[in-house]
T-cell receptor
Framework: GNSVTQMEGPVTLSEEAFLTINCTYTATGYPSLFWYVQYPGEGLQLLLKATKADDKGSNKGFEATYRKETTSFHLEKGSVQVSDSAVYFCALSRRGSEKLVFGKGTKLTVNP | DAGVIQSPRHEVTEMGQEVTLRCKPISGHDYLFWYRQTMMRGLELLIYFNNNVPIDDSGMPEDRFSAKMPNASFSTLKIQPSEPRDSAVYFC??????????FGPGTRLTVL
């Protein structure tokens, strides 16, 4: 079946550090891939997405590239801020389906 | 544009009482999803609708839970009777094919 595996957290970084959160997936065919972010006390927000191999999604300084050869969609940011502290979820949807399969989430804390 | 609207934002009730959670999706979106989030179990998909028709309710935990979508702009999730183990944050999300899901702010339910 379809599944998403994220690196275990929590991740703690200092402000301006480089961020990578690993995400790999198992799916048949060519799924769409997503990163969602959840700030404390809020719902999940769509951060970025990619719908085909080699696509790069980007938003608010975050990037992720759809790598079919390694079945990965790692989230990166060159310089994190305290305001980036949140839980990040990787997710996929099968082509033709709107149903999302989520990873377990990775909590990021950025210290000043 | 208004995002997904959920009400109430907080609900405290006693065991055995009926609870009704409400959701207004983003106008024009044709999919609606209900999720539950707890520390222990993470994010769980309960049920989703397409064009007001339930497509997959396999995540509904038991017969005490029911969901309806009488029209394109309104859905309810009802728990009757409620139990303490139903305490969680319940999210509603909506989507239009291919754009990803947009989440509401959630309803925090506490059953005493």
């Amino acid at each position: 079946g379809n599944s998403v595996t994220q690196m275990e957290g929590p991740v703690t970084l200092s402000e301006e550090a480089f961020l990578t959160i690993n995400c790999t997936y198992t799916a048949t065919g060519y799924p769409s891939l997503f990163w969602y972010v959840q700030y404390p006390g809020e719902g999940l927000q769509l951060l970025l997405k990619a719908t085909k191999a080699d696509d790069k999604g980007s938003n608010k300084g975050f990037e992720a590239t759809y790598r079919k050869e390694t079945t990965s969609f790692h989230l990166e940011k060159g310089s994190v801020q305290v305001s980036d502290s949140a839980v990040y979820f990787c997710a996929l949807s099968r082509r033709g389906s709107e149903k999302l399969v989520f990873g377990k989430g990775t909590k990021l804390t950025v210290n000043p | 544009d208004a995002g997904v609207i959920q009400s109430p934002r907080h609900e405290v009730t006693e065991m055995g009482q009926e609870v009704t959670l409400r959701c207004k999706p983003i106008s024009g979106h044709d999919y609606l999803f209900w999720y539950r989030q707890t520390m222990m179990r993470g994010l769980e998909l309960l049920i989703y609708f397409n064009n007001n028709v339930p497509i997959d309710d396999s995540g509904m935990p038991e017969d005490r839970f029911s969901a309806k979508m009488p029209n394109a702009s309104f859905s309810t999730l009802k728990i009757q009777p409620s139990e303490p183990r139903d305490s969680a944050v319940y999210f509603c999300a909506s989507s239009l094919a291919g754009v990803g899901q947009y989440f509401g702010p959630g309803t925090r339910l506490t059953v005493l």
